[in-house]
């Protein structure tokens, strides 16, 4: 899986600030933990060569273990004197076995080692007549020193490296911000809305982008508004010269009875083409005036009244409907229902039920027929303009024009919702429209 630019710029801060403070804190720890070391292991010869030189005048003395014990450091220091006739020993008691040999054997010498588990810095220094004296400076005070240095820049570490990260997301959302607004308004053109525009930019470098987009979307606008009005002023045309096609075709249905054979036929086909030219230029009408006027105040509107108002106007029809408001457009709603029954009388026989639920925050409008059903290869299609499904390059009064689910689809969109077709069980098939729930007390 790819990860998101924003994702890849958020990690490549962050490994990027980690490399880096990860090699300061490890130049760091060496520089510091090897300057205390050496101070410690200079400190302590020092202080070991004062004591041996004491230690060589009081060797033969009766006072040597007095004097031993007050050159001692502390309760874990150790000094031991080494002679052929045997050991002396102050402060914490150490075996000269616990000792490196070599340490003992070779003095001058210096050497850190672990004694009962504490770590110990071993000075041993020569003392006249064949004599060592060895002096061991605990360490623990500086391993502590060391840990506290290393906690201190894996930490430091750490959160640079999350700072990094920080950083990182914070300039990438930034930096691609212009590119999701261009992903928004591109998004709301692709969905219809034709007014999208990007926001004026300040940086050079976008500002040029977003004029090309909006003069881009203000063409596509003009030009759409362009359509719009010429199928709205040849609908208009057309309506007057249609009319008066439909009344004289009207009067000539009536007197059928006076044409047979050939010139009746003529006139059935006649007048049912004119019916179903009169009813594809009510559509268009419909179509241009829904792409020209803005969209009236959203009122709130029950739709459990609604459906009862449409289905009182039409045949009888089962109905289940759940008390809901909405908010939207009276006449949108009311042309979405009338579009959806008309297309279930052409195409199935008729509604066998219309419905109205709730379902959680939303409220489902379904208009269920027991037709032939729609293939799942055309459940998209049939929304699209001048569709008409598996009766495309038919003719006939029943086959409409392929309008009327378009102008259902359009409505719903502009009312915030969105409409699909699915199979019903046993047969037949379900139209559901789905908006956002005002409240269900009816």
Not at 121 to 143: D, T, W
Not at 251 to 280: C, I, K, Q, Y
Not at 370 to 382: K, T
Request: charged fraction near 25%; include cysteine; aromatic fraction near 4%.
């Amino acid at each position: 899986m790819r990860l998101t630019l924003r994702c890849r710029v958020t990690l490549s801060f962050g490994f990027g600030l980690l490399v880096v403070t990860s090699v300061l804190a490890f130049a760091t720890w060496n520089l510091a933990s090897g300057y205390m070391l050496r101070q410690r292991e200079a400190s302590a010869t020092r202080q070991a060569e004062v004591n041996v030189r004491l230690v060589e005048k009081s060797l033969s003395s009766p006072g040597l273990d007095e004097l031993l014990t007050g050159l001692t450091t502390g309760p874990d220091s150790s000094i031991l004197v080494l002679s052929p006739d045997g050991h002396v020993t102050a402060g914490r008691k150490v075996e000269p076995s616990q000792l490196p040999a070599g340490l003992v054997e070779h003095p001058p010498a210096r050497e850190r080692i672990a004694v009962d588990g504490l770590p110990m810095l071993a000075v041993a220094l020569p003392v006249a007549g064949n004599a060592v004296y060895i002096e061991l400076f605990p360490l623990q005070q500086l391993n502590r020193t060391f840990g506290f240095l290393s906690a201190v820049l894996i930490a430091g570490t750490i959160g640079s490296a999350l700072l990094g990260a920080a950083l990182g997301s914070w300039a990438s959302k930034r930096a691609l911000k212009p590119l999701a607004e261009l992903n928004s308004a591109a998004g709301r053109i692709a969905g219809g809305d034709l007014r999208a525009r990007l926001p004026d930019q300040d940086d050079p470098d976008l500002a040029a982008l977003a004029a090309k987009f909006n003069s881009t979307a203000h063409a596509l606008e003009q030009r759409a508004l362009r359509d719009a009005r010429f199928a709205s002023d040849v609908s208009h045309e057309l309506r007057s010269p249609l009319t008066t096609m439909v009344n004289a075709g009207a009067v000539l249905r009536r007197r059928r009875e006076h044409l047979p054979g050939t010139a009746g036929t003529a006139l059935e086909l006649l007048t049912s083409e004119v019916d179903r030219f009169a009813r594809m230029v009510v559509d268009l009408l419909e179509i241009s005036r829904a792409d020209q006027t803005d969209d009236p105040p959203p009122e709130e509107i029950a739709l459990d009244a609604l459906v009862r108002n449409v289905i009182a106007t039409r045949a009888p029809v089962p109905l289940e409907l759940e008390p809901a408001v909405v908010l939207g457009d009276r006449r949108r709603l009311d042309r979405v229902l009338t579009n959806l029954l008309d297309n279930a009388e052409r195409h199935a026989g008729g509604a066998v039920l219309v419905s109205v639920r709730a379902r959680g925050a939303k409220v489902r409008l379904e208009v269920e027929d027991a037709g032939p059903g729609v293939p799942e290869q055309l459940r998209e299609v049939i929304f699209e303009r001048f569709a008409r499904g598996v009766m495309a390059g038919s003719r006939g009064d029943d086959t409409g024009s392929g309008l009327g689910l378009a102008l259902v689809r359009e409505h719903v969109h502009r009312l915030g919702g969105r409409v699909w077709v699915e199979d019903r069980s046993p047969r037949g098939s379900r139209f559901v429209v789905e908006m956002v729930l005002r409240s269900s007390d009816g």
